[in-house]
C-alpha cells in the first residue's frame, strides 16, 4: 500500500523568502508519480507541480521545484519568493498506476505567508 | 471554458435521506473520480471510473454509490448507510495517456452538512 507523510501541519514564511515543504512517500512499486497541490480557502485544488520516479532531473515550474531524493523517498516542494496568495493548504500526492490512476494524499501543511 | 462542474456548491441534508452530488466534465477525460476531505485532514478516494458503465471502489466506499453511464458525467449518491456524511466533496478527472502527467482536474468541491 502507498503512503505518504507530510510532518509540518503549519509553517510560517516571510514574504519574498523561500520555504521547503516535507513530503516522504513510502511504495513498493517502481513506478510512481509525486505530485504537489495547492488548495486555497476556497476549497478548490490547483495542481501544481510533478514527478516521476524515473526522471532524472528535478521539476521546476516557475517559482516552484521540487527537491526529489529517491533513496530517501522523499519530494520536498521548495517555494521561491513567497508572496501573499501562496498563504493555503498543500498537499504531496502519489500515484498508484495500478489502480486506475488515482491518488493517495498526505494530511497537508498549512502555509501562511507574513507580510 | 473547459473544466470540471460540481452542483451543488453546499447541501444540507436530513438524517435517513440519500442525496445526490452532481459532477459534470467536459475535457474529455476518461477517467473520473470522488474524494471526500474532512477538515484539517487530506484527501481520500470514495469510487474511480476509468470508463464509462465500469467503476472502483476507493478506500472509503461504504455508504455511496455512484454511476458512469456518460463520458463527462459521475454522480456520487450519499446513501443514509453513510454514517458521517459531513465533508467536503471533490470530484476530479484525468487523462489515462502513457507518458503522460495525467495530473487530476478537481471541480469547486460540495460542502456537505447533515442536520
Known amino acids: 500500500a502507498q503512503k505518504i507523510t507530510q510532518t509540518q501541519p503549519g509553517m510560517f514564511v516571510q514574504e519574498k523568502e523561500a520555504v521547503t515543504l516535507d513530503c516522504t512517500y513510502d511504495t513498493s512499486d517502481p513506478s510512481y508519480g509525486l505530485f504537489w497541490y495547492k488548495q486555497p480557502s476556497s476549497g478548490e485544488m490547483i495542481f501544481l507541480i510533478y514527478?516521476?520516479?524515473?526522471?532524472?532531473q528535478n521539476a521546476t515550474e516557475g517559482r516552484y521545484s521540487l527537491n526529489f531524493q529517491k533513496a530517501r523517498k522523499s519530494a520536498n516542494l521548495v517555494i521561491s519568493a513567497s508572496q501573499l496568495g501562496d498563504s493555503a493548504m498543500y498537499f504531496c500526492a502519489m500515484r498508484d498506476p495500478n489502480a486506475g490512476n488515482m491518488l493517495t494524499f498526505g494530511g497537508g501543511t498549512r502555509l501562511m505567508v507574513k507580510p | 471554458d473547459g473544466g470540471i462542474t460540481q452542483s451543488p456548491k453546499y447541501l444540507f441534508r436530513k438524517e435517513g435521506q440519500n442525496v445526490t452530488l452532481s459532477c459534470e466534465q467536459n475535457?474529455?477525460?476518461?477517467?473520473m473520480y470522488w474524494y471526500r476531505q474532512d477538515p484539517g485532514q487530506g484527501l481520500r478516494l470514495i469510487y474511480y471510473?476509468?470508463?464509462?458503465?465500469?467503476?472502483q471502489k476507493g478506500d472509503i466506499a461504504e455508504g455511496y454509490s455512484v454511476s458512469r453511464e456518460k463520458k463527462e458525467s459521475f454522480p456520487l449518491t450519499v446513501t443514509s448507510a453513510q454514517k458521517n456524511p459531513t465533508a467536503f466533496y471533490l470530484c476530479?478527472?484525468?487523462?489515462?495517456?502513457?507518458?503522460?502527467?495525467?495530473?487530476?482536474?478537481f471541480g469547486p468541491g460540495t460542502r456537505l452538512t447533515v442536520l
Open positions: 514527478q516521476g520516479s524515473y526522471d532524472q
Open positions: 471510473s476509468q470508463i464509462v458503465n465500469d467503476f
Open positions: 476530479a478527472s484525468s487523462d489515462l495517456l502513457a507518458g503522460a502527467y495525467n495530473e487530476q482536474f
Open positions: 475535457l474529455n477525460h476518461d477517467a
